[in-house]
């Protein structure tokens, strides 16, 4: 018998919203009648952009032709996609090359490959609660440790982020090689200030350490002083990696596509001490392990940059941004301390009377029939909240807060 990657072995058996549908599904069994509203998952409800639509609509015709049909493209995207995300970024000042953007099929699939190109040696620092996928691809390559009693790994560093320090994370205690953050946040709804991530940013130039930054929810940023990207803060160029992503500002959750920023400044070592560019090794894995991104779907993505998909994606967004108004409002208004959801679609709320997450999170499914998800699923620091998702529809978000 052959032996498998025994750090597959190290991780906890059940996946978070597994867990979620496993209680909700036999709740609702007891309960056939109960009128139960989701507002746990982070997937969106509405339906794409009409110019993604139609762009896509036209790419599919494309195929039907021998002169215009598609096959396999270039691994990294289409020139006119990376070249429309560069135009994009040069409207908050920041200027990249065509080369330094690479399409894919989600920023999950970026986030959770990107430990390909790090040496498993890398000591990782992530905030706490954190978006899972950074944990468990970590933990997958090895550089985890194993998952201690307390719900921690042993090797990784924790930044918690709690009402205590207003969820701004301090830096990290000990040396650290990678630093993932995520802002605005999954699952807090908080985000950085420019000059708090220029403290991230002053401190990785200092010490030599990467930032990984998922900026999956920037188009949720309403406040002036919230960076959209790291490279706002000029000197990130040669010290971070940025995530980005279709589904929550386009609702591409099931079309698929998100690109990820190596700037060709970031550099680092190999094991003789010669110098690399990750944008090189990047390109090197995603050549050898992916084949691009479907034209189709690029070509849908194309749209949101066009002044019609600028209009719609607003459009969505606000309305997300509306149902997050209508939760934090009410939850202030019954009591809650509650954070997020001015500048990211989720709202944070403490957990009353110092329960549970799994404790409040089974008094909301079974006394008010609404779905949320434990703050401690999300890490030990996430113990004591809940997160509320806005991404549903309005009439379910009323009704949903009508039962506060
Ligand atoms: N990053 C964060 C923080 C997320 O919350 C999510 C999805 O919920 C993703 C990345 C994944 O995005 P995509 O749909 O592009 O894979």
């Known amino acids: 018998m052959i032996s498998v990657n025994d750090n597959f072995l190290k991780l906890p058996g059940s996946y978070l919203f597994t867990e979620i549908a496993h209680r909700v599904a036999a709740y609702k069994e007891g309960n056939p009648q109960a009128q139960v509203i989701k507002m746990g998952i982070g997937d969106v409800t509405l339906p794409l952009p009409a110019a993604c639509i139609m762009e896509m609509q036209k790419a599919i015709c494309e195929m039907a032709h021998k002169e215009s049909f598609h096959g396999y493209g270039p691994e990294q995207g289409y020139e006119f996609l990376r070249q429309a995300i560069s135009d994009d970024y040069k409207q908050n000042g920041v200027s990249l090359a065509v080369d330094e953007i690479f399409v894919s099929d989600g920023s999950k699939s970026d986030c959770g490959n990107i430990g390909d190109i790090f040496s498993n040696s890398c000591k990782v620092?992530?905030?706490?609660?954190?978006?899972?996928?950074?944990?468990?691809?970590?933990?997958?390559?090895?550089?985890?440790?194993?998952?201690?009693?307390?719900?921690?790994?042993?090797?990784?560093v924790y930044m918690p982020v709690t009402a205590a320090n207003d969820f701004v994370p301090e830096l990290p205690k000990e040396p650290v090689d990678l630093i993932y953050l995520c802002f605005p946040n999954n699952p807090t709804g908080t985000t950085l200030t420019k000059s708090q991530l220029k403290v991230f940013v002053d401190y990785a130039h200092k010490t030599g350490a990467l930032i990984l930054f998922d900026a999956a929810y920037e188009a949720f940023i309403t406040e002036k002083d919230v960076p959209h990207s790291i490279f706002e803060i000029p000197e990130a160029r040669d010290c971070a990696i940025e995530f980005r992503s279709f589904s929550k500002n386009?609702?591409?959750?099931?079309?698929?596509?998100?690109?990820?920023?190596?700037?060709?400044?970031?550099?680092?070592?190999?094991?003789?001490?010669?110098?690399?560019?990750?944008?090189?090794?990047?390109?090197?894995?995603?050549?050898?392990?992916?084949?691009?991104?479907?034209?189709?779907?690029?070509r849908g993505a194309v749209a949101v940059y066009t002044p019609e998909g600028k209009a719609q994606v607003r459009q969505l967004v606000d309305y997300y941004l509306g149902n997050?108004?209508?939760?934090?409002?009410?939850?202030?208004?019954?009591?809650?301390?509650?954070?997020?959801?001015?500048?990211?679609?989720?709202?944070?709320?403490?957990?009353?009377?110092?329960?549970?997450?799994?404790?409040?999170?089974?008094?909301?499914?079974?006394?008010?029939?609404?779905?949320?998800?434990?703050?401690?699923?999300?890490?030990?620091?996430g113990e004591g909240y809940i997160r509320f998702s806005s991404l549903g529809s309005r009439e379910n978000t009323i009704e949903a807060m009508r039962r506060f």
């Open 125 to 156: 620092a992530l905030t706490d609660p954190v978006y899972p996928v950074y944990v468990d691809t970590n933990a997958m390559a090895g550089r985890a440790g194993d998952l201690l009693p307390n719900g921690q790994w042993s090797n990784l």
């Open 324 to 381: 997050a108004k209508v939760i934090r409002e009410s939850l202030l208004k019954a009591g809650f301390a509650v954070y997020g959801g001015v500048n990211g679609p989720y709202i944070w709320a403490k957990t009353p009377d110092n329960q549970t997450s799994w404790e409040f999170f089974d008094y909301l499914l079974k006394e008010k029939n609404i779905v949320t998800t434990p703050g401690v699923g999300f890490g030990p620091s």
């Open 250 to 298: 386009a609702g591409f959750t099931g079309t698929r596509c998100g690109f990820t920023v190596i700037p060709h400044d970031v550099k680092a070592k190999g094991a003789k001490g010669e110098v690399v560019e990750l944008n090189k090794l990047w390109l090197r894995r995603q050549c050898t392990k992916f084949n691009g991104t479907p034209y189709i779907i690029q």
